[in-house]
């Protein structure tokens, strides 16, 4: 019997929200510059901790080889994955690596809801159409 990591993420995934019922995912790349490797980390926070439950490794020449075209190309992925294996629509909290158009393009157009944190001095475009700087809004607004 060959061994499939998404099923094992899914069965720990259920397990988690079986006992922390939570919608919310935490998403974080990191970056091992030293060995050329980046980590996709999903995770759910528990008690003000973070309880991964999916993982993917991105080396350099996964990209050079074409295996993706791009980082991005490989956060889409494993977003796709991560949606794959969770029993429900989750709310992604990233941090401001994440606030770039595609992946705010890609999640609204599965229907999921996020959080990600911006810099003070970055523009939004309001409801009503007036453009802000996050730094100029009001706490929680």
Known sequence: MKFNTLDCFKAFAKLIVSKVKTRYVIVDFTSLKAY?????IASFPL????????ARV?????IDSIKYKSQ???IFKCMEEILGILPF????I???GFCFYEFLRFVCKKGV???IRLKKDKLIRLKDGREVKVG???KGK
């Open 94 to 96: 990233a941090d401001r």
């Open 58 to 62: 991105l080396r350099k020449s996964d």
């Open 113 to 115: 809801g996020f959080v």
């Open 47 to 54: 008690k003000g901790r973070s309880c991964p439950f999916y």
């Open 36 to 40: 050329d490797v980046s980590i996709f």
């Open 72 to 74: 991005n190309d490989f």
């Open 136 to 138: 100029g809004l009001k």
């Open 89 to 92: 629509k989750p709310i992604i």
